[in-house]
């Protein structure tokens, strides 16, 4: 299907051959032609999106703010329609603002129209009165999107960054009518503190019906947000035969009784929902007739997070015509000229591989929304990011990837988190509809603004704000937004349990996630103390000392399995629970009010990659690290389910490859000496078990690309340890590989010998010398250079070298 319509599309751009080099800056290659953007669509169970990436499947150019797609129905509550898109639902619109590879409460879906054929029997009000049923999979391929209901209607969808384009093709004989309905959005199934709602809106169309304008204003959702408004100017290439706006009184999708409502067709031009601040204003819409025996109906809507004329300004200068492959084209270009190109290889023996490839690269660069220039809560010369969703998934390898290959972008991202600092407080650790929240354990900015520090990256980052930043999160406790998902502390940003963490070095069971919150916090602090390094010396050794925290933790005659020392919860007087009542092998639902968020004790306690020295003492030295690194990958090990239902797991081993607290897990082989082939051997199977290029070959929730990039890393052959300017050497997918390093350098990455059975590191070069480590550091690829490897069929212990560091390697005596 996918490739039918790719070879279709294709005619229309000069592609020259896949095997041509990269010229200049830009790719001459469409690299485009490998990316599926259904993979990570679906879920555990195919044709649903049940326990699948919640991949965003629409139109869209890198970061855009504009993510056009379909919104569709489930009524199940167990599959959240996050991006607007299951393959099974029916559709109720196609709207302008998603977001990508994200679970929680459902956000945006904003902006829409809706094509019907007849409106016998149709409520305006009621979209159970007019959803479609799809005939076929919908298509896609990069920037377009096509979808054919069973009343024949086909709508494709192109975009730029603020504007979407949407051309529909009525099979004829039947009226054609374009819904616009201001009150529409994505729902939750089921209610819940991250519901969204409308709240108000208006909607004014031009005499001749062809332009109509206005805004919506939503609210809750993941971040809880109070209201956050929007603002859309539509345009039709012809004007309809005739339109009408109207209203509706306000309905409640948790109060059934109130879908009698009934639309009120308005006389005027304009329909109003009522005073901007009423949070229960009137429905608002517009009807567009285009008669009967409609063929072709084409439409342009932009969309502003400022105002009305800014929205008709994108309107206006993004796409000035309205010839759809064009915007297509344009779209494919971006894309490979900005991110696709960033990575390219001459080895195409592979398609599987290559579409794995090419569209994590892809869904890396979905998220955070870029919404430069249309910050409505302040004036600022920042990059202006939304939808950061969140720093606790992206932190571990996505940033540190962009850095590398997108270097204005990595940076743009955080001077808009210090810009967010700068005036309201707390950088964001998620964030969406311009409101921060929801913070998942840690201040988790400060791992990627450190990482970026000690990788020297400018790109106009203010690095004295940005330690001002870090020291509020490590310094001010957030006030409590008794969130009923967790009432202990704020989930809005911040670190809520710092009081513990101030007062004892540790974070109690008085407040939640005292497990997983205390190495975040842990890891936090070693952030701190390497941007303090030079910007505070003075203070270096006080958050030095404070990342040894999750020592308090280790429980050193904790036993589970066959293996001794883990982390355990810790009451102020220095008494645990009892071995009755804790076991590292469970946490309950591990969910916000659990002991550990969304991963198991056993998995969080590898996760101090600041302090493996210590790691490993405590745990018994290398051997014992090493058996007990080999049962984190023993099927059917873990019996304890990772969130609610079990949602944030995939597989039975206690490494969860559907979940970032255990990225990191089978790369620490590195820092065993001669393991190395471990950790080959452990990530190859990882990503043949977990990832394909099928609709269902991510392992989870994509978590805006942060599960993608991991793959992407895996097959590029080397991994970050985020806050260190470090990378672990693994084994690389592709026999070459030509990556971009910052502005215009080039690393090259060779692999002979490579092939299914041959993947074992024999040899490595990095810049042209043998190497014996299991590691190298930034300064070695900064400025572009090689890594080649030999590769073979059976492990050796090349690794002989020096061990990666333990830059946080503090010696206490905690007392307990
Ligand atoms: C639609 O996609 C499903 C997988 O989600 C596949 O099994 C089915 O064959 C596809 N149908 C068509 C008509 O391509
Ligand atoms: C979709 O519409 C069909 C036909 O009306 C109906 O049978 C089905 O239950 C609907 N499914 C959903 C998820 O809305
Ligand atoms: C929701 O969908 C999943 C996957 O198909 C299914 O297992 C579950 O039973 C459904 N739940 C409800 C309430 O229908
Ligand atoms: C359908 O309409 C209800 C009521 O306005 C709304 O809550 C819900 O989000 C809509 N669902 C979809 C999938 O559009
Ligand atoms: C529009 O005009 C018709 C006929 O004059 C009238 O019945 C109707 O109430 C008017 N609608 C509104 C919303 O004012
Ligand atoms: C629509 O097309 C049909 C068949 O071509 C024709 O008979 C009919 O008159 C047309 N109706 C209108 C309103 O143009
Ligand atoms: C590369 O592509 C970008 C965006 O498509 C464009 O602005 C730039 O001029 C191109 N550069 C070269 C060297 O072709
Ligand atoms: C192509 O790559 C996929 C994914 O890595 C792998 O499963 C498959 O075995 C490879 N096929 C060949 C012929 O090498
Ligand atoms: C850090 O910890 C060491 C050893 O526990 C202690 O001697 C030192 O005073 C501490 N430094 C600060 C700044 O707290
Ligand atoms: C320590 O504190 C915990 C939690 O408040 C309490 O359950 C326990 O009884 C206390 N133990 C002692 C020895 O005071
Ligand atoms: C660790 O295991 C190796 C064999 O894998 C053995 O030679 C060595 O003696 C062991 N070291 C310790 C300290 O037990
Ligand atoms: C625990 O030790 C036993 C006996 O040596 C062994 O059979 C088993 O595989 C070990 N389990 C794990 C998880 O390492």
Known sequence: MFKKMLSLLLTAIAVSGASQIVTAQNSTTDWTRYVDPFIGTEGSVPGTAFNGGNIFPGAVVPFGAVKIGPDVTTFNGSITVNSGYTPDGNVTAFSLAHVSGTGGGPVYGVVSQMPLASLKNVNLLDNLTYMATRSGNDSANVGYYRSTFENGIVTELAASSHTGFLQYTFPGEEDGHILVDVSHYLPSYGGGSQSQFYSNGEIT???????????????????????????????????????????????????????????????SSTASGGPLTYQYSDRVGAIFDFGRNTTTVKSKVA?????????????????????????????????????????????????????????????????????????????????????????????????????????????????????????????????????????????????????????????????????????????????????????????????????????????????????????????????????????????????????????????????????????????????RESAADYDPLGCGDCEGDSVAYEALPWEYSWTVPFDMETLINFMGGNNATESRLDSMFIPGLRTNGVGVGGQNGAGTTLFNPGNEPSFSTPLLYNYLPGRQWKTVLQTRNIVNTYYNSGKSGLPGNSDSGALDSWMLWQMLGFYPVATQPVYLIGSPWFTDISMAIGDGKRLSITAQNLSDSSYYVQSVKVNGQVWNKSWFTHDDIKDGGSLEFVLGSSPTAWDSGLLPPSPGHVTTNKPF
């Open 205 to 267: 169309v031009s005499a001749d019906g062809k332009r109509y304008k206005g805004y919506g204003v939503y609210r809750g959702a993941f971040s809880q947000i109070p209201a956050y408004q929007i603002y859309y100017c539509g345009e039709f290439e012809s004007a309809p035969k005739s339109s009408r706006v109207f209203t509706g009184r306000y309905t409640d999708p948790y109060w059934p009784d109130t879908f009698n409502e009934q639309p009120i067709f308005g006389n």
């Open 303 to 575: 969309i502003s997070w400022k105002s009305t004329e800014l929205a008709c300004q994108n309107l206006a200068s993004e796409i000035t015509h309205w010839n759809l492959p064009d915007v297509v084209t344009d779209a494919k270009k971006l894309w490979n000229d900005d991110v696709l190109g960033k990575i390219t290889t001459t080895d195409l023996s592979n398609q599987t591989r290559l579409e794995m490839f090419y569209t994590g690269l892809y869904h890396t660069h979905l998220m955070p929304t870029d919404k430069t220039g249309e910050n409505p809560h302040w004036e600022t010369s920042e990059p202006t990011y939304d939808d950061y969703y969140t720093f606790w998934d992206t932190f571990r390898c996505l940033n540190s990837l962009m850095l590398l290959i997108t270097p204005d972008r990595a940076a743009g991202i955080i001077r808009s988190a210090i810009d967010i600092w700068r005036h309201e407080n707390f950088m964001p650790d998620g964030r969406s509809g311009f409101y921060n929240g929801q913070v998942q354990g840690g201040s988790n900015a400060d791992n990627v603004l450190a990482d970026a520090y000690v990788k020297g990256l400018q790109y106009g980052i203010d690095w004295n704000d940005a330690f001002a930043a870090m020291k509020t999160d490590a310094e001010l406790t957030p006030y409590n937004t008794f969130d009923p998902a967790d009432t202990t502390s704020s989930t809005k940003e911040g670190r809520g349990a710092l009081p513990d963490w101030l007062n004892l070095g540790y974070i109690t069971p008085s407040y939640t996630r005292s497990l997983s919150r205390t190495v975040e916090y842990s890891l936090n602090d070693f952030a701190v103390a390497q941007v303090a390094k030079r910007i505070e010396p003075e203070s270096y050794e006080k958050y030095l000392n404070r990342s040894s925290g999750w020592q308090y933790l280790w429980q050193h005659d904790l036993k589970s399995l066959n293996f001794t020392g883990f982390l355990a919860p810790l009451y102020a007087n220095g008494t």
